[in-house]
């Protein structure tokens, strides 16, 4: 693999023939954009052991747990600082009858979760169990609704037992264990609609969305965001429907983007790959930001003013499942690898937050690209936890931005990717965070931060990196990726020059 720039100049540099990446921090710049902190928003599906045995153990169980919650997730999903969840789907929304998951646990109907393994829903976990969850990590809940199989009095009807503090409704939540009303910000008007939500042309969703916005109703304050069910990756005609058909009728537009090799045969070990598929998957990971380019210049044809959001609510890597688990709970290990591509997006988000305002890994535990694996009492904090927690500085600061002359190269599939990658921000107390990911496999590089004005003094720093790229942690085994103190810097008036290892994520806190 050679460098894009060594392929333009006709020269057969290799990797360790790299210059220094001079990379420049306008900490001074004024009037940035916030970094909304929804973009490090989760994502809970009723999807194999996501939720039980994932988040819900029951009040009855030998694990540690409060009122149900695992209690070791809980405490990691609040150092995590998660800032809003997605639930309950995902392709299970749209079979998903609210009715079912409310009343007493012995008295709620199961069901078959004929897309994911084809196993017994018992419903234990419902509305409540929910809401309590959200109110217990202190987040926005974010309702996916039933458009697929369901009815917009089914949906209404939810809206008004959430929020409303009168009615039957509100006495049937009453009688339930909730007197008071809770809060509901986001409603995801249908899920996928275009597949796995209906099978559905953007045209009939756009007039199906217009009755559904209408019927799901304010109560008592309570003020619904209504997200329609946007495009998958590439279909900007989807998108290109929706605004113009309903583009003053929502408040945001969903979009949904997986790395991934394909969505037939197979997709290849989430552990077990070579350094063409590190570069691969990661090429594939960044190009989320044309994507993302390509929504956003719809949507600005449409609403110069800004006043549709576009919210990423499902993203992160796709690979097989892990030998001897059920296919359809899609569990996958957790290695370097996705902990390289969640930096490398996170920092791309940053780029775009006039447009995205929040985006949802996909999922908080035990599916896909999993913040925390669970195995009976036992619980391992996966790579990508960890970038998330290194980055929850970034969340709600002030967008400030750098110029990099990092280099570019052609991955093996002959997609494009940058040598390196530089996000940066300050907080409300005052405090400048940059973080870089060097996605080179066996190099590491030496980067030069240059501020306008900032004469750094103290300095803290974090880095995340492992043995080898296919590392991951793994139970009843010391964490083989785990963040530890960085010290590898030299400070020059206004600049500060770092050495950052080969396939690794650096934080800095000046």
Request: include cysteine; charged fraction near 20%; charge should be negative.
């Amino acid at each position: 693999m050679k460098r894009l720039v060594s392929l333009i100049l006709g020269t057969s540099f290799c990797l360790a023939a790299m210059a220094q990446v001079q990379v420049n921090v306008h900490e001074t710049a004024e009037n940035q954009p916030v970094i909304h902190k929804e973009i490090y928003g989760q994502f809970a599906e009723h999807l194999g052991r996501c939720i039980y045995d994932g988040i819900w153990v029951g009040p009855e169980s030998d694990i540690p747990n409060i009122n149900g919650y695992r209690k070791d997730l809980i405490e990691a999903l609040q150092t995590l600082k998660v800032p809003v969840l997605r639930w309950p789907g995902g392709c299970f929304a749209d079979e998903y009858h609210w009715m079912d998951g409310i009343g007493p646990k012995e008295n709620r109907p199961m069901m078959i979760n004929n897309n994911w393994g084809g196993t017994v829903e018992d419903n234990s976990f419902g509305t409540h169990e929910f809401f309590n969850l959200c109110e217990l990590l202190e987040c926005e809940p974010y309702l996916s609704g039933n458009v697929g199989s369901g009815t917009v009095e089914e949906l209404a009807k939810w809206v008004e037992y959430i929020t409303a503090e009168g009615g039957t409704l509100a006495e049937l939540r009453a009688k339930n264990g909730r007197k008071e009303p809770w809060r509901l910000k986001y409603l995801g008007v249908g899920n996928e609609s275009w597949g796995c939500g209906g099978d559905m042309y953007p045209e009939y969703y756009s007039d199906l969305y217009r009755r559904y916005a209408i019927y799901c109703r304010n109560y008592d304050g309570n003020v619904l965001y209504k997200v329609a069910s946007g495009a998958s990756d590439y279909d900007y005609n989807w998108t290109k429907v929706l605004m113009d058909k309903i583009g003053d009728k929502m408040n945001g537009v969903s979009l949904h983007y997986y790395t991934v090799t394909g969505w037939t045969g197979s997709k290849g070990s989430a552990t077990q790959f070579d350094v063409d598929s590190w570069y691969d998957m990661i090429a594939k990971s960044v190009e989320v930001e044309e994507v993302i380019k390509n929504h956003k210049a719809i949507m600005n044809a449409y609403d110069p003013e800004g006043k549709v959001d576009l919210l990423l609510d499902e993203w992160g890597t796709w690979f097989d499942v892990e030998p001897g688990t059920n296919p359809g709970h899609l569990y996958q290990q957790n290695t370097m690898r996705d902990a390289m591509i969640a930096a490398m997006s996170l920092n791309i988000f940053h780029r775009h937050t006039d447009r995205l305002t929040m985006a949802n890994i996909a999922q908080i535990v035990n599916v896909l690209q999993a913040m925390i694996l669970t195995k009976g009492s036992e619980i391992v904090l996966t790579p990508t936890y960890h970038v998330f927690r290194m980055y929850n500085v970034h969340q709600d600061a002030a967008f400030v931005p750098t110029e990099s002359n990092a280099a570019t190269m052609v991955a093996p599939s002959g997609r494009i990717m940058p040598e390196a990658s530089v996000t940066a921000s300050r907080d409300a107390a005052g405090k400048l965070h940059v973080s870089i990911a060097n996605p080179l496999h066996n190099e590491a590089q030496t980067i030069t931060l240059n501020f306008d004005e900032l004469k750094p003094k103290n300095i803290t720093g974090e880095v995340l990196a492992a043995p080898t790229i296919q590392s991951y942690n793994d139970f009843g085994k010391e964490p083989a990726v785990a963040p530890k103190p960085f010290t590898a810097f030299k400070k020059n008036g206004k600049s500060v020059t770092l050495t950052v290892p080969a396939a690794s994520v650096v934080c800095l806190e000046f």
